[in-house]
């Protein structure tokens, strides 16, 4: 069975300081991709990363960085120095390789991340 | 940019009534979704559609159906909108990727949808 699990529902920091969203996922597939998308307001879900099973190096764009580690099973989310402009909810999903329904995103719950001044 | 629209950001029906959703993208997308967004439930599959004219259902197809006509184009219809219906709706779409399957999905606005 395919899961995604975001333990935290709400989290909520001062600017300026440092937030981990936490991922956890559960696939008996060896190929898999693994992605972290952001809800702002709006309500538009914004594409932020993509990471194959394969490829265990942590990756950093800006103040985001995110900590894959298969033997854990997790795929965790940092933005370091957060502003107001992150509060959002995110979203952690992971898919199969393969095509039609199986090749369908699942989504954890989602965590709400609010950013006060 | 990948640009998916969608044809309401707020919908207001009635139970009963035949209610539809319009989604468009404009990256020649062969894969489009529609999925279905609650509380703590997070999003949830309805429909997939890998090429004109194919569907395939997803988790929750129960009490909707779709058309895809035109590769750009993809519609979810409520046939008889029933209040727990009362959602957000999201679309998507994505390329194949170069190894099969399917390639990053990109999301429109979304709908919210509330029948009463």
């Known amino acids: 069975a395919q899961k995604v699990t975001q333990a935290q529902t709400e989290i909520s920091v001062v600017e300026k300081e440092d937030v981990t969203l936490d991922c956890v996922y559960e696939?008996?597939?060896?190929?898999?991709?693994l992605f972290w998308y952001k809800q702002p307001p709006s309500g538009e879900l914004v594409f932020l990363i993509r990471r194959n099973s394969f490829d265990e190096q942590n990756e950093i764009s800006g103040r985001y960085s995110w900590n894959f580690q298969k033997s854990t099973s997790s795929f965790n989310f940092t933005i370091t120095a957060s502003q107001v402009v992150d509060s959002a909810v995110y979203f952690c999903?992971?898919?199969?390789?393969?095509?039609?329904?199986?090749?369908?995103?699942?989504f954890g719950q989602g965590t709400t991340l609010q950013v006060k001044p | 940019d990948v640009k998916v629209t969608q044809s309401s950001r707020y919908l207001v029906k009635r139970t009963g009534e035949k209610v539809f959703l319009e989604c468009v993208q404009d990256?020649?997308?062969?894969?489009m979704f529609w999925y279905r967004q609650d509380p703590g439930l997070g999003l949830r599959l309805i429909y997939f559609s890998y090429d004109v004219k194919m569907k395939e259902k997803g988790d929750i197809p129960e009490g909707y159906s779709v058309s895809r006509e035109k590769k750009e184009r993809f519609s979810l219809i409520l046939e008889s909108a029933s209040t727990n219906q009362t959602s957000m709706y999201l679309c998507?779409?994505?390329?194949?990727?170069?190894?099969?399957?399917?390639?990053?999905?990109?999301f429109g606005p979304g709908t919210r949808l509330t029948v009463l």
């Open positions: 998507a779409s994505s390329p194949t990727g170069t190894i099969g399957g399917t390639d990053t999905q990109y």
């Open positions: 999903a992971l898919r199969r390789h393969g095509s039609g329904n199986t090749g369908k995103l699942i």
């Open positions: 990256m020649d997308h062969e894969n």
């Open positions: 696939t008996r597939d060896t190929t898999y991709y």
